[in-house]
């Protein structure tokens, strides 16, 4: 069963809320930061950028904060509550330069080579993720020399540098950065 096909389940959206709750607590925005760990990413007011999973939106306001009006951020999920409610967020907050969209990172839909870096926060390790398929795809969308960054780095750093698209870079406030090839 795919995530999909279980957040269309009663047990799937009862988890989904309750994840999404603790996503949005207090405790974590006190002690996981978003914009101190966004420091730690390699990216720059101007930059057009995609972060994968967007989830509650956690990053999503802080990043685009960080990109500045000459800058964009493109935040997909896929789970159209996640979109719906990220949406919500960044209409509230009166932002122009972020797109939602739903979305699946093994295959964005964006044009090649069109990013300046890719915000992956939170989504791995997730099991149901084929990681080649998911570095593949983010090495395709990324402009040469552009980077990746991930948080929380934990067992795929090998996994990443293995794969021979990305080489690391370095690593800032618990984000590992990697540059593509």
């Known amino acids: 069963m795919n995530i999909e096909t279980f957040a269309n389940t009663k047990i799937g959206q009862v988890f989904i809320r309750i994840m999404a709750a603790i996503m ?4 974590r925005y006190r002690f996981f930061g978003p914009t101190r ?9 101007g930059q057009t950028v995609l972060e994968v999973g967007c989830g ?5 306001l802080p990043a685009a904060r960080l990109l500045g009006d000459q800058g964009s951020l493109v935040a997909m999920d896929m789970l159209p509550m996640s979109v719906e409610a990220v949406t919500k967020k960044v209409q509230t ?12 990172a093994l295959n964005t839909q964006l044009a090649a080579e069109s990013l300046d870096a890719v915000l992956i926060f939170g989504v791995i390790p997730a099991p149901m993720l084929p990681m080649e398929r998911l570095l593949s795809e ?6 040469p020399g552009g980077t990746m960054a991930v948080w929380p780095p934990s067992w795929v750093h090998q996994t990443i540098v293995r794969s021979g698209l990305f080489a690391f870079s370095s690593k800032r406030n618990g984000v ?3 540059k593509r090839r």
């Open 56 to 60: 509650t939106g956690f990053f999503t």
């Open 176 to 178: 590992s950065n990697y």
């Open 37 to 45: 760990i966004l420091q730690g990413a390699d990216i720059h007011p």
């Open 93 to 104: 907050a009166n932002l122009k330069n972020v797109r939602v969209v739903k979305g699946d």
């Open 138 to 143: 983010m090495q395709r969308i990324l402009k």
């Open 24 to 27: 949005e607590s207090r405790f």
